[in-house]
């Protein structure tokens, strides 16, 4: 399964309702992910421009944005940034990849 790094903004609602109301949001965005057939590894929050940070698996990046469109619908989050990661040994492979081809940059037309 491929792991993804989202970072995420609640509104200003979503944080009301959170302090009268105190929830574990890992456990609903974990019954989420299983339901899509991912994994939550962890959920943090942190200062900055960010509120939090999921660490997470899906089967592909199909499954992955179908279960933060799930996630984001109810609308209480107001900024989202996903990354995709790669493994060391993922990485190695492109590098390798990368190392046996060329490829011309632009041209200053000089």
């Known amino acids: 399964m491929a792991l993804y790094l989202s970072q995420f903004a609640y509104t200003s609602e979503a944080w009301a309702a959170l302090a009268k109301n105190p929830q574990n949001r890992a456990e609903v965005i974990g019954r989420l992910l299983e339901r899509m057939g991912g994994r939550l590894h962890n959920l943090y929050y942190c200062f900055g421009e960010y509120d939090g940070v999921i660490l997470f698996e899906a089967p592909d990046d199909t499954t992955a944005v179908a279960t933060l469109i799930a996630a984001l619908s109810p609308g209480h989050v107001k900024a989202i940034k ?23 940059g632009p041209s200053t037309g000089r």
């Open 82 to 104: 996903t990354t995709k990661l790669l493994t060391v040994e993922e990485t190695m492979e492109a590098m390798r990849k990368a190392g046996g081809v060329t490829y011309q």
